[in-house]
């Protein structure tokens, strides 16, 4: 079982709905989670950090914990052309960073 | 502004030649790493660092080496260039002293062995 894993195929969203995605970790003693988005060609950007349950709002993304499920969501609402990306999500196990393979976000004008 | 810095940003080589790509942070992070990615693919994680004098491999086997002799320089280095090492590589950073622990990019060092 992989590490962190992230497994819905591209997801093209029209400009002003809510893109959502999804991610699930393997080691429950996990205690940092992120989601980093990443546009072709370049190094991957931080957007989002989460450590506690629940959710956590900043602007437009809202992540979501759920450590007794071990999964950990993204929402990004009102989508715009510029949130066309990868997003990958991140965690930290064993004091080193995971990544999952990232899911694609094409946002339709 | 995250404060991570790699260069070159791009480097074409030829086989054989041995090669060190620079990833220096002015953040004073302790913990430092290195992903390779190709193009459309997933990062795998090569090799990380907690602090100085301190290297370990990642999840990916590499033909690569590194060394932590100060805080802020992790470079990477192969004594021999493939083609198979062909990729981008990419630096990050995070402080594990305090609770959130983030990492920070450095903008990548895409490498091309001809």
Not at chain 2, 76 to 90: C, I, V
Request: hydrophobic share 30%; aromatic share 10%.
């Amino acid at each position: 079982q992989k590490e962190v894993e992230q497994n819905s195929g591209p997801l093209s969203v029209p400009e002003g709905a809510i893109a959502s995605l999804n991610c699930t970790y393997s080691d429950r003693g996990s205690q940092s989670f992120f989601w980093y988005r990443q546009y072709s060609g370049k190094s991957p950007e931080l957007i989002m950090s989460i450590y506690s349950n629940g959710d956590k709002e900043d602007g437009r993304f809202t992540a979501q914990l759920n450590k007794a499920s071990q999964y950990v969501s993204l929402l990004i609402r009102d989508s715009q052309p510029s949130d066309s990306a990868t997003y990958l999500c991140a965690v930290i196990r064993d004091n080193r960073l995971a990544f999952g393979k990232g899911n694609q976000v094409v946002v339709i004008p | 502004e995250a404060d991570i810095y790699q260069t070159p940003r791009y480097l074409v080589i030829g086989t054989g030649k041995k090669i060190t790509l620079e990833c220096s942070q002015t953040m004073g992070h302790d913990k430092m790493y290195w992903y390779q990615q190709d193009p459309g693919m997933e990062l795998h994680l090569i090799h990380y660092s907690y602090g100085v004098n301190s290297t370990e491999k990642g999840d990916l086997s590499s033909e690569s080496t590194v060394s932590r002799i100060r805080t802020e320089h992790f470079p990477l280095t192969l004594e021999s260039a493939r083609p198979s090492h062909t990729s981008q590589y990419l630096c990050a950073s995070s402080d594990q002293r305090t609770a959130n622990t983030e990492a920070f990019f450095g903008q990548g060092t895409r490498l091309t062995v001809v």
